[in-house]
DNA sequence: ACAACTTCGGACAGCGCTGACATTTTTGTT
DNA sequence: AACAAAAATGTCAGCGCTGTCCGAAGTTGT
């Protein structure tokens, strides 16, 4: 008697003598069964270790489950799981799930994912865009499947999508440094191609524009290549005949890379990070902060909203970014 | 023509001209079919957008589903995370996917995670227990679905674990301060009530017992109330009359409290924390390192080995953590 | 005592798919 | 050309559950 088989609606039904659409409505809570019998089956179903099947409950009412997918690029990055968060959270309130699948940051694999989710009948999609091209899942969309970008828009897809005040987070901390006096502010960026790293480098050249400074190329280190580290981007700008006096990072892997770079220099060199980090109170280190788990959250909200009115417009929602003052971002440039 | 219907087997089966069976033969890839049906299948879906159904096709092949699902106290601390992300890697490699599940840390809330998990389903069971009971598990396990405890083991339930080599880590920790002429040494746990804590401390007091010392009750600060901070604790033992001269840590919310507290002090005071950080290295902090992703794997591979031989003996696995040398745990006791 | 109503419980079909088995078509062999 | 073997396709039932419809009790008022 090793793997006995699992007790159903009908074995309950038959052990409390009773029908098993009577056990069906114990077990959907609504219905009308007096309490006699509810405990009489309730008894039954414990002595059966019955768990209601949700793979035949969803099936039977139309396949749909409580189940929404997250899909994202590598599950390493802290940033990412801090929106994952946010997410359960605000689907636990709902009685939802959250399933988790990872590209592996590979624009191939992530039709296939996702075709794979669908396949599953997730309720909702929110999803990180890896590919270029996110028209595939139009289809999706007009079943009525609420597909919500994060972190970066769609392409090629009408879809809610909630992202970062990228461009103006960044102008902002550019802008704390060219008023206590910088101009030679250096950008490093990696991997720059994406969009949160575009609007943030058009955020750093518009706020040195506004101060004049428009030849700003010298200064900017945008690589693609995961195997240059921000290290040597930080190096190679300090190596210039002419080096700036403060630097930006896109993201945090540049401020890690930074930090290591810029401690004990001589005379330091100002640094503003975007995305804030463990222990950068502890180092004294201003970034650009926001919440990532409000991203999660927002996210969550919009694909239910659309859950809940499908005709409703698509929304575009920015979460605000802060910038947070240590001391990093205050020191001013050499005399 | 808003949200029409979905596309079901035998609506691909009309517009092609076969019979349901012919197509689910298609699209669960196996089965005799020539290259012209095949094709001719595979357009009629595509122009239909068809989608197999998941839940249908689970349900009729006896209600297992490709899903595993892990649960986790609290999604926000990054260690859990990167659990999550090895488990995630290695179910990918099989085809199956993870869902997330959080009891917010609530003993009350893991049975019923854990139920509506059961009922939908899933294939195997990960969980870092916070309950002090999994018995309700047994039935579970004797259905045959694979029961992995991760970080902790389980209490009354036989099962699979997956933990960390917590005593001899901090054991290690602490010999190498000892070694090197420590005696007073600080330990700061919060919670300290767990399993995983529980264990450092003994290794804390093994290894100063094999140096004579056996009196630590008043170098050790053990609270449970996450109102008090890790930097309370360091200061309070600084403030004793005879402070220590090297902290360590029982997890990573603890090194951080320490290196703010510790940083610039004078003369310095050693510590090691168990949990590596980011930029842990940038801070020249020496840490009691494991890889948590490999955590996560085992987990998963232990669960997929149970799947594959369900009369398997119970295992029991350590994951093996190293002292990485950078420098704070190498300061020597003063004179 | 009887109608009118409410409450409780049951019979049945079918969600979309696939396993077992049956049937037709194709291919190979002599 | 005749036949067997192999390949391709089809038929049918049913996975576990619930929505719909219906019947059998119990309750109330006159």
Chains 1, 2 share one sequence.
Not at 210 to 224: F, I, P, S, Y
Not at 284 to 305: C, F, H, K, N, Q
Not at 312 to 329: A, D, N, W, Y
Request: no cysteine; proline share 6%.
């Amino acid at each position: 008697m090793t793997t006995q088989s699992r007790a159903t609606l009908a074995d309950v039904a038959m052990l409390a003598g009773v029908s098993s659409k009577t056990v069906s409505r114990v077990f959907a809570g609504a219905g009308n069964v007096s309490s006699d019998t509810r405990e009489r089956v309730l008894k039954a179903a414990k002595r059966l270790r019955f768990r209601p099947n949700n793979l035949a409950r969803n099936l039977r009412r139309g396949g749909v489950t409580n189940t929404v997918a997250f899909v994202i690029g590598d599950l390493k990055n802290p940033f990412y799981f801090h929106v994952a968060a946010g997410i359960e959270r605000e689907l636990a309130l709902r009685g939802l799930t959250m399933v988790l699948a990872t590209t592996d940051d590979s624009p191939d694999s992530e039709e296939r994912v996702v075709d794979a989710l669908i396949s599953q009948r997730v309720r909702a999609l929110l999803l990180i865009p890896i590919a270029d091209d996110q028209s595939y899942l139009e289809g999706e969309r007009q079943l009525g499947t609420p597909v919500v970008s994060v972190d970066r828009p769609a392409r090629n897809l009408v879809a809610d999508s909630v992202v970062l005040q990228n461009r103006q987070g960044m102008a902002d901390a550019v802008r704390s440094l060219t008023a206590i006096g910088h101009r030679r502010i250096g950008f490093i960026s990696n991997p720059s191609a994406m969009y949160t790293q575009r609007e943030r480098l058009a955020g750093y050249r518009e706020a040195l524009r506004e101060v004049g400074v428009t030849e700003t190329a010298q200064w900017e280190r945008l690589d693609d290549d995961p195997d240059i580290s921000p290290e040597l981007a930080v190096q190679s700008l300090l190596d210039l005949p002419d080096p700036p006096t403060a630097i930006v990072a896109g993201n945090n892997r540049g401020s890690a890379g930074a930090v290591r770079v810029l401690r004990n220099l001589e005379p330091p060199v100002a640094f503003i990070g975007f995305d804030d980090f463990e222990l950068a109170d502890a180092l004294d280190i201003s970034v650009v902060a926001y919440d990532p788990m409000e991203l999660g959250r927002t996210a969550a909200r919009l694909a239910l909203e659309h859950l809940a009115d499908p005709d409703s417009f698509t929304k575009q929602v920015e979460i605000p970014t802060r910038l947070i003052h240590r001391g990093s971002g205050e020191i001013p440039p050499p005399r």
